[in-house]
């Protein structure tokens, strides 16, 4: 079903690469039809290889297909009206060593054409999102790889983009900076903007992601929702309070009696994320000063449109 309101729009979306004497040489993207919904999280999956950098790079209008029809936010790609709307974290932060957090954020926001005071105002919103307001002064060099990462996601959203396209974005962070950025992510859906990603670290894809696409040579070899994707439908899961002895065997007697087998019983365990979360707040609570990056703020006022 065509979306008249899509935010990204393909439709037989190819890209060959040729040669010195224009002969094909690779089909990248072969064919590729989808949509991105406004306000959703969108997953792109694959092996390298796959076609997920190639298609990523005529989303972002910096490769023109070879054949096929590509819209973004309802114009071309490349219509700079367009760009003004996206923010894009790619899959290395290439930052300017000599600045500091602060000078990069302020950089970027100069090439959106932010006034000074619209720019401060951002900036201590972002810096207190991502958990560096105290290394705002300290130069990108002696940043660590997660601590460069957040700054990276700052400057993807310091033009309050109505798409935000993320490559590897949990990449180079510690489990808490990941559940971080996840949070970030699902809260900017709800706050409407509309979110594509692409990560090789399934596990975060299916936390935050509405639908997914995945890709295998070029093409689409399964889409839809993570939900719906990943139900066994033939199976289900109950979970109970533990029974004393005599109630949990007549409880496993008549499941017996019913499936002709013996049911698989084993005690739910916690996601080691949320386990590991769980430790370090109860030991964050119990100290006085930290090192690193400090707790995030919430997400900056100027991307709510609510």
């Not at 307001?133 to 002696?142: K, Y």
């Not at 139900?231 to 109970?240: A, G, Y």
């Amino acid at each position: 079903m065509t979306d008249n309101n899509a935010i990204i729009r393909a439709e037989g979306l190819t890209k060959i690469f040729r040669d010195f004497w224009h002969r094909p040489k690779v089909r990248a993207v072969d064919a590729l039809s989808f949509e991105v919904r406004p306000g959703e999280v969108f997953g792109l999956l694959g092996p390298n290889g796959s076609g997920k950098s190639t298609t990523l790079k005529m989303i972002l209008g910096l490769l023109h297909p070879s054949h096929g029809q590509l819209s973004v936010l309802g114009r071309s790609p490349r219509d700079v009206k367009t760009k003004e709307r996206v923010g894009y974290l790619p899959e290395e932060s290439y930052l300017y060593q000599y600045l500091t957090g602060e000078e990069t954020l302020d950089f970027y926001g100069r090439l959106f054409d932010l006034g000074s005071g619209e720019r401060r105002e951002r900036i201590e919103q972002l810096l207190r999102m991502i958990g560096l307001e105290h290394a705002r002064n300290r130069v990108v060099a002696e940043f660590s790889k997660g601590m460069a990462r957040r700054i990276g996601l700052a400057q993807a959203l310091v033009n309050d983009p109505d798409l935000v396209i993320l490559d590897e974005p949990t990449s180079g962070l510690d489990p808490l900076g990941c559940r971080q950025v996840k949070d970030l992510i699902v809260t900017l859906a709800r706050r409407g903007k509309t979110i594509l990603l692409s990560s090789h670290l399934l596990a975060d894809v299916e936390d935050v992601c509405d639908r997914i696409a995945i890709l295998y040579n070029g093409r689409i070899q399964a889409m839809g929702p993570i939900k719906d994707l990943l139900e066994e439908k033939s199976r289900l899961q109950l979970t109970i309070p533990e029974l004393p002895p005599d109630a949990m065997k007549r409880v496993l007697t008549v499941i017996r009696e019913a499936i002709g087998q013996d049911p698989e019983v084993d005690h739910p365990r916690r996601n080691l994320e949320h386990y590991f979360l769980e430790v370090v707040e109860k030991a964050r609570r119990g100290s006085a000063d930290s090192s690193g990056v400090g707790p995030s703020e919430g997400v900056a006022r100027y991307l709510s449109h609510e």
